[in-house]
Structures are given as C-alpha cells and as structure tokens.
C-alpha cells in the first residue's frame, strides 16, 4: 500500500461546478498538507499549505483536512476552464522537509 | 514570491554524453531537491541538498550526481546519459527547518536520443 493515493482520472466536469479532489494516506505522523496544481509541461504550484484538521479556505479553492480518517480534499468552487490541470496532494511530517506525494488527479473543465 | 529556475525548458542530448541541469533560487532557501517525473510513477527524488556542499541521495539517485557551490545554485549531473533517463526533471527548494513546502521550478523536459 502506498503511503499517499490519489486517484488519477482523469476528472471532467463543466464549467461552474464543484469540483472535489481527494488524497488518503496510511502514516498517521503527517501532520502538514499541501494542494498543488500543475499545469501541463509546467512545474507544480503551491496552492494550499494546511496544519490540522478542519478547513481553510482561498478564494475559490478550499483544502479539508479529516486526520482521524486519513483523509484530505481540496474543493474548487465555480470551476473554470483554467482550472484544468493536475492537482497533487503532499504531505509532511513535523520536523521533516520532503513531502511525500500523490501521483496526482488530472482535471478537465469543459466549457 | 519564491522563484526558482531552471536554465533550460528544452533538451536534446545523445546517449554516454555528460548532461548538467542548473537550477537557481532566488529565496535564500537553504534546503533544494532534484525530481524526476514520469507519467505514472510520479514525482521520484533523485538528491537533495540541505547546505552549500551537502547532498544527499534520494530514491533514484543511480547515475546522477549533485553539485552545490554556492547557497542559490544547485545542479544536476547526469554522469553518462541514458535513454531511460529521457524525463522531465524538476527542481524545488524550501526554507531550513521541518515542515516547510516545497516551491517548484518550471522543470526541464530531457530527451536523450
């Protein structure tokens, strides 16, 4: 089992709807989580730096995070077509500087 | 904002060639990594460097080698290129201490023909 799973897709959707990403993990001392958004042919972005469980929120974008189910989403509200790129998950450990990351879910917002 | 690039988009190399990849941050971050990324497999790490003149290997380090002179400048030695090392490399860097995110150069797409 890997330590972080992302489903691939790739995931369509139209234009304004919400859309959920979403990443399980296994290692119960990742306490820090980041969303990053990779257009293609391009390196990823950093768009969501989270600690802890609960909510934070950024424009159109929302990163979740459930530690007592392993689980994190990252949620795009009114997607847009320039919303279309891949989404990787990353996580850390306190004290630790390489992230461990999904393989990253492919997402296309068609007009 | 955080900038890190990479000297170049684009590259075309031939088989047993010596190939440098240079990667410049502009953050005074003390830690940098090199990655590979293969569809499918992922973001792989190849070295890492927490100090000027430190390195360290990460997963796949096998035919890379790493230099780092000066704090900003981190490169990337491929000692005898390969065809399985045609990949897009990328390159990241993060403030010193745990925790802290990575931030990403645009990457460099190396064929090896």
């Known amino acids: 089992q890997k330590e972080v799973e992302q489903d691939p897709g790739p995931l369509s959707v139209p234009e304004g709807a919400i859309v959920s990403l979403n990443c399980t993990y296994s290692n119960s001392a990742f306490q820090y989580f980041m969303w990053y958004r990779q257009y293609s042919r391009k390196g990823p972005e950093l768009l969501m730096y989270t600690y802890s469980s609960g909510n934070k929120e950024d424009g159109r974008f929302t990163a979740q995070v459930d530690k007592s189910s392993k689980y994190i989403s990252l949620f795009i509200r009114d997607s847009q077509p320039s919303d279309s790129a891949t989404y990787l998950c990353?996580?850390?450990?306190?004290?630790?500087?390489?992230?461990?990351f999904g393989r990253g879910t492919s997402l296309i917002v068609h007009p | 904002d955080v900038k890190v690039t990479q000297s170049s988009r684009y590259l075309v190399k031939r088989t047993g060639e010596k190939v440098f990849l240079e990667c410049v941050q502009d953050?005074?971050?003390?830690?940098m990594f090199w990655y590979r990324q293969d569809p499918g497999l992922g973001l792989r790490l190849i070295y890492f460097?927490?100090?000027?003149?430190?390195?360290e290997k990460g997963d796949i380090p096998e035919g890379y080698s790493v230099s780092r002179e000066k704090k900003e400048r981190f490169s990337l030695i491929l000692e005898s290129a390969s065809t399985n090392q045609t990949s897009m490399y990328l390159c990241?860097?993060?403030?010193?201490?745990?925790?802290?995110?990575?931030?990403f150069g645009d990457g460099t797409r190396l064929s090896i023909l």
């Open positions: 953050m005074d971050h003390e830690n």
């Open positions: 990353a996580m850390l450990s306190g004290g630790s500087y390489i992230p461990t």
């Open positions: 460097s927490y100090d000027v003149k430190m390195k």
């Open positions: 990241a860097s993060s403030s010193p201490g745990g925790a802290q995110p990575q931030h």
